[in-house]
């Protein structure tokens, strides 16, 4: 079982940069992949970002690339996005998720946990 408490997320302009955290608690957070969604208002959440329970592999949706970053470090069961020249349509609730299958996350779009979402407004 893991738990995943979001933060990190508030209102910026376009052009600026915000840094999302997900803390995770329970045990061997560090064999889980973990990954970003976001969901727009009116809109179905859509996968933003990925890495491997390792940190060694990263995966990113193309409306993403180049401008967010996912890390990772297990020693603090920390999870970062971090977000550059932000859009005003990366307007969204950003939720943290988790699964032991990295396929779960990038494939399926359906990990096994979830935390509550942050959410991070974008405006001109």
């Known amino acids: 079982q893991v738990q995943l408490v979001e933060s990190g997320g508030g209102s910026v302009q376009a052009g600026d940069s915000l840094r999302l955290a997900c803390a995770a608690s329970g045990r061997a957070f560090s064999s889980y992949a973990v990954g970003w969604f976001r969901q727009a208002t009116g809109k179905e959440r859509e996968f933003v970002a990925a890495?491997?329970?390792?940190?060694?592999?990263?995966y990113y949706a193309d409306s993403v690339k180049g401008r967010f970053t996912i890390s990772r470090d297990n020693a603090k069961n920390t999870v970062h996005l971090q977000m550059n020249s932000l859009k005003l349509e990366d307007t969204a609730v950003y939720y943290c998720?988790?699964?032991?299958?990295?396929?779960?996350?990038?494939?399926?779009?359906?990990?096994?946990?979830w935390g509550q979402g942050t959410q991070v407004t974008v405006s001109s």
């Open positions: 998720a988790a699964d032991p299958r990295f396929g779960q996350i990038v494939i399926t779009n359906e990990p096994s946990y």
């Open positions: 890495i491997t329970s390792s940190g060694g592999t990263t």
